[in-house]
């Protein structure tokens, strides 16, 4: 067999990015949680936003990070910290009313577009995804 006949195996296909990756990692996803919660906490146009939260906002700071990175496709550790925990099952006993949810979805896509991903494009996908998310927890008037 000469040489002219060995074939070589295919290259391995480059495995895609996730979300996670793409946002910028968790360093990312923390500057967003970090200027989201400073947002909430400090402007009054999220007034009843912030009533919904205890007075120490560092235990959702960590929970949102840990959430928002799994979600993202980063490591897993919300998940596996909250089994069997669903975002929206434990925000339904919240009453969150469709004003709170439009001002958590504004103070999020304000906090990713100032501390946001270098990818623009995928950070409004996150914006997007997250205000769904925001309004689907709204309660619905009986």
């Not at 296909?13 to 360093?27: H, Q």
């Not at 270098?118 to 997250?130: F, H, P, S, V, Y």
């Amino acid at each position: 067999m000469d040489s002219s006949d060995q074939t070589t195996a295919p290259p391995r296909p480059l495995r895609p990015r996730t979300p996670y990756e793409a946002l910028g990692g968790g360093e990312t996803i923390q500057r967003i949680v970090n200027r989201f919660y400073d947002l909430m906490d400090g402007e009054t146009q999220y007034a009843a936003l912030r009533a919904m939260h205890a007075a120490d906002l560092a235990p959702m700071r960590r929970s949102l990070a840990g959430w928002l990175s799994a979600w993202a496709g980063g490591p897993r550790d919300w998940f596996e910290e909250n089994p069997g925990k669903c975002m929206m099952s434990a925000h339904r006993g919240l009453g969150v009313q469709r004003e709170v949810a439009g001002q958590w979805a504004d103070a999020m896509a304000r906090a990713i577009a100032e501390v946001g991903p270098a990818d623009r494009d995928m950070g409004k996908l996150m914006a997007e995804r997250l205000d769904m998310m925001a309004n689907a927890m709204a309660a619905t008037p009986e």
